[in-house]
């Protein structure tokens, strides 16, 4: 009997020994904390755990008749990440124009494209983008062309982009269709980070 006090004893010490560090965990920051859909709060964290880092990629699919990036060096760097925003800046050869956003609106997850000039002014198609469709995960999320896209690119009104992190979070993978086919899609090595001086 002595000896299975003793033995409590020692486990519900260590037990008690466990349990900052489970606190500690739990405590971990998140951002979208106004997302009303928990599977694009997690899809925002999950691209906020790549900030601070760069990653190379390359075309990856182009539909026929479309213009090829396939000869341009494909860098995207995740450099903004707030509780209502993630940006990911996508840069082709010195091409600096393009900023992928994922924004927190009235609770919702917004995806937009900000194009600007080399002196940093709007370009006359930027913004564009659409709402999460709800039915995404914490992989991968859809973005169908809102109103706002629609009056501003009239060709672009059944358009849907698409971003996704593979299950084993080694690639990010941005892709454009357009009434249901696949147009372009962009792939990153997100299991290496590369230095960008």
């Known amino acids: 009997m002595l000896i299975a006090a003793v033995l409590i004893g020692f486990l519900m010490l260590q037990r008690d020994k466990q349990e ?3 606190t500690a965990d ?3 920051t998140t951002i979208g ?3 009303a859909n928990a599977q694009e709060r997690a899809f925002l964290n999950n691209l906020a755990a790549l900030c601070g880092q760069s990653f190379a990629g ?3 699919f182009l539909a ?3 213009e090829s990036w396939a000869h341009k060096s494909f860098l995207m760097h995740v450099t903004v990440c707030e509780d209502d925003r993630v940006y990911v800046p996508f840069h082709l050869d010195d091409d600096h124009s393009r900023t992928w956003m994922f924004l927190v609106e009235d609770g919702r997850l917004r995806f937009r494209h900000d194009h600007r000039h080399e002196d940093g002014t709007p370009e006359e198609a930027t913004m564009y983008g659409g709402y999460a469709d709800g039915q995404g995960t914490s992989l991968r999320q859809s973005f ?3 109103e706002y896209t629609c009056e501003l690119l009239p060709t672009a009104c059944d358009a849907v982009w698409k971003v996704f992190l593979s299950e084993d979070r080694t690639t990010f993978t941005y892709q454009l269709h357009d009434q249901g ?3 372009f899609e962009g792939t ?3 299991s290496r980070p590369i230095t960008v001086d």
Do not use: H, Q
């Open 20 to 22: 900052p560090e489970k």
């Open 26 to 28: 739990e405590s971990t």
């Open 33 to 35: 904390s106004e997302l």
């Open 58 to 60: 390359e075309e990856s």
């Open 64 to 66: 026929e008749g479309r």
């Open 144 to 146: 169908p062309a809102d």
């Open 181 to 183: 086919e696949l147009l």
């Open 188 to 190: 990153f090595d997100i």
